[in-house]
């Protein structure tokens, strides 16, 4: 296994619809990512796109993960994944939006449990402390909570997730991978397995300047009105 991995391309969308698909094989199609939504993100934020290719495997594309910079009220955590960040995923790119808000991130079957995964969240962590972002926010599939949402809430099983009595596919994992998880969101998706529900994580970026990035910000802003 000679795995690469690089910046999203145009050339990468089929394969990765394909991926996402599969990844989560009881949500809405129509609210999964697209051809279109993956020209968006090439577009408008391609720094924020990974994908892994295997090498030894014909160039596969095995795994990705997508994201874009937001300004995210944590106020008002309530959300579907569109009215933050489009329905295209990135449409609602900032430049200078303090967060990071994680859209997808899927691994293929035969390349799950090999830290594929965590590499991806390293990869998207090491991007926000380079550009001095606040940290990472996403709304994450809970697939565990199918089996429990006759006997608890969704926010009932977050948290016991988190506290390590319950195990999830993937919370438990982002939870692994620092991430904390705040709650429940309603609505997020629309996922009739787990009646819509997902967890609200963060992962905070200890290196985080906001002084500095509100300055950058400012600068922009004074640059645009000069022309
Ligand atoms: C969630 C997902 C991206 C994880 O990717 P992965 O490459 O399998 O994860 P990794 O191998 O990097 O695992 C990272 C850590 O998570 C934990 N973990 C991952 N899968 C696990 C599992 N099935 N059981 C227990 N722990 C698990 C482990 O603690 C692991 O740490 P380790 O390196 O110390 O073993 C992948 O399972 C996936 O694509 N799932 C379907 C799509 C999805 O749910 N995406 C998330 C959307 S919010």
């Not at 999203?8 to 698909?21: I, K, S, T």
């Not at 997020?188 to 500095?212: C, G, H, K, M």
């Amino acid at each position: 296994m000679n795995l690469d991995y690089i910046q999203v391309r145009p050339e990468h969308a089929d394969a990765l619809v394909a991926l996402e698909a599969v990844a989560f094989p009881t949500a809405d199609r129509g609210e999964l990512l697209s051809v279109e939504g993956v020209l968006k993100q090439c577009e408008m934020f391609p720094e924020g796109g990974f994908v892994v290719v295997d090498r030894d495997a014909g160039d596969r594309v095995v795994a990705f993960a997508m994201g874009c910079f937001v300004d995210f009220d944590f106020s008002a955590p309530q959300h579907h994944i569109d009215e933050v960040v489009g329905t295209l995923g990135s449409d609602h790119h900032q430049e200078f939006g303090e967060w990071y808000y994680g859209t997808d991130i899927a691994v293929a079957e035969d390349y799950q449990r090999l830290g594929i995964g965590r590499q991806l969240y390293e990869l998207r962590k090491d991007l926000i402390k380079r550009l001095n972002r606040a940290g990472m926010v996403a709304g994450g599939v809970i697939p565990g909570f199918a089996n429990h949402k006759h006997e608890m809430t969704a926010a009932q099983y977050v948290e016991r997730v988190a506290a390590g009595d319950l195990f999830d596919p993937t919370l438990t994992m982002q939870i692994a991978n620092g991430f904390e998880a705040l709650g429940a969101l309603e609505n997020y998706w629309t996922d009739q397995a787990v009646d819509s529900w997902a967890s609200l994580i963060v992962w905070r970026n200890p290196e985080f300047d906001a002084e500095q990035l509100a300055a950058e910000r400012a600068g922009a802003v004074e640059g645009m009105s000069r022309g």
